[in-house]
């Protein structure tokens, strides 16, 4: 008897990345009947082309969305349904309906097998809304259909995240609480992972209040009971330095760099995005107490916002790179369907772009897309292509490089910022608006495979 086959289309921006695999396909194939065949397309190594099957999955980031409905309609067609789900098409339901056939609105798990059987009876609903569910017993996602020559396996321990910052819609897709699967379940599905590298993909690792504090040291207490040998990586806020046990942890089960969104050195910003949880911090004082455990600092500032003038832009970024901040990473302020910030410019009338879908392709983070109260926008754009080359200079890479092995007093952390940082220098088309600074590539690989043969020295 013939199965019925799903197709899983992972859409990638012009430039792909070759970090980590697309998780939430893997959850979405692991929640799919046996009865089924599923198999994953991964644009980051292969274009989409067209397969027989009788069901089509998508997903996609904003700046993705174009992409996706290509996908979709290169199957549609043909007459074949497709079902798009994912933070864009959570956000913009009304629109990804006019591409797709029908929406997963949040989380899958409630409404995947719902999905599944309407589309075995021809029947498929426009819409489909998750609802947020306990996270124990969450299956595995199926990482036999994940390429091998991603760099780092990931996983996922919580869900959720408690700030509401302006810019940001994490909140409004997986939650204000955190939800935490139990550090037993996490600790069995780490020990089916194959890849030295691994990336945590929760948006806080620590949380917030002494309970998750706890957890966060039995996870890692855990990984290192049962000799679960990871160089790994993950997001974190400021008050993870409040918890010197925390990061010792941390540090003893392998962790080498944890991601700051700083944000801004200056209060006003700050108070601009609510991003509550910075206020009130010396960052030099939390970079301090993380270097002493051998953990680098991966430190992300926003640039653009209406608070922002030419001049304090100029001293934000000089305060990205002479602070002790390991790997430097910076952005422009965009407004993403879903936030608050975009729901604030679209009803001023300060949004420049607005032809959707055709200007999602520019919701990258890469470029200015709304007129800032202080800023000159041509005069901006100028500034970030000048500041974009000056990041990434050899002479700036090693030079923090020096400073991450004083700092961390560990070899290994030092060399994993300076790849890193490496792997960010995406070759320059100087004079182009827009160029990625920050994206990870293709062009990477090289560097890589580099820190790989390192690595096994150690």
């Not at 890849?195 to 620590?206: G, W």
């Not at 990871?230 to 990061?247: G, I, K, Q, R």
């Not at 030092?414 to 890193?420: E, G, P, R, Y």
């Not at 580099?450 to 020295?457: G, P, T």
Request: hydrophobic letters at 40%; aromatic letters at 10%.
């Amino acid at each position: 008897m013939r199965k019925n086959k799903l197709v899983l289309v992972n859409p990638t921006l012009s430039n792909p990345f070759p970090g980590f695999p697309p998780l939430g396909l893997g959850y979405v194939a692991a929640l799919t009947p046996a009865h089924w065949d599923v198999e994953l397309i991964d644009e980051n190594f292969e274009p989409a082309a067209f397969r027989d099957c009788d069901l089509v999955g998508l997903t996609g980031f904003t700046a993705m969305a174009n992409r996706a409905y290509q996908v979709a309609s290169m199957f549609r067609e043909r007459g074949i349904p497709v079902v798009m789900g994912g933070i864009h098409a959570s956000m913009m339901p009304d629109e990804a309906l006019q591409h797709v056939d029908a929406v997963v609105i949040g989380e899958a798990e409630s409404v995947w097998a719902e999905v599944i059987a309407d589309a075995e009876a021809g029947r498929l609903k426009k819409r489909y809304s998750g609802e947020l569910t306990d996270l124990k017993g969450l299956v595995h996602p199926r990482r036999d259909l994940f390429s091998d020559r991603y760099l780092c396996d990931s996983i996922q321990t919580a869900r959720g995240c408690p700030n509401d910052c302006e810019f940001c819609s994490v909140s409004q897709f997986n939650g204000f609480a955190f939800r935490e699967r139990p550090v037993d379940e996490v600790l069995d599905e780490l020990a089916t992972l194959k890849k030295k590298y691994l990336f945590i993909v929760d948006d806080n690792i620590v949380g917030s209040g002494s309970r998750k504090a706890n957890r966060a040291i039995a996870l890692s207490r855990g990984m290192v009971e049962r000799g679960l040998d990871f160089a790994w990586y993950s997001h974190a806020a400021l008050n993870a330095a409040d918890h010197e046990d925390v990061l010792a942890a941390l540090a003893a089960s392998g962790c080498r760099l944890l991601f700051l969104g700083i944000e801004a050195e200056d209060r006003t910003v700050l108070e601009s995005m609510n991003k509550r949880v910075n206020l009130q911090r010396d960052y030099e004082e939390v970079f301090r107490k993380i270097h002493a455990h051998g953990i680098g600092i991966h430190g992300s500032m926003i640039f653009g916002t209406d608070e922002d003038t030419l001049e304090s832009l100029e001293r934000r970024f000089d305060y990205l790179l002479d602070s002790h901040i390991d790997v430097v990473q910076f952005c422009t302020l965009t407004p993403y369907p879903g936030t608050r910030l975009f729901d604030r410019l679209l009803a001023e009338g300060r949004l420049f772009y607005t032809d959707f879908p055709a200007d999602w392709d520019r919701y990258d983070l890469t470029e200015i897309l709304f007129k800032p109260h202080r800023l000159d926008v041509e005069g901006y754009r100028r500034l970030m292509r000048k500041l974009g080359a000056r990041a990434y200079r050899r002479r700036d890479v090693a030079r923090r490089f020096l400073r991450s092995l004083r700092d961390t007093r560990s070899l290994n952390t030092a060399i994993w910022c300076l790849f890193t940082n490496q792997i960010y220098r995406v070759p320059r088309r100087d004079g182009q608006p827009g160029q990625k600074f920050w994206y990870l590539s293709r062009e990477s690989l090289p560097v890589i495979d580099l820190y790989q043969r390192f690595e096994k020295l150690f």
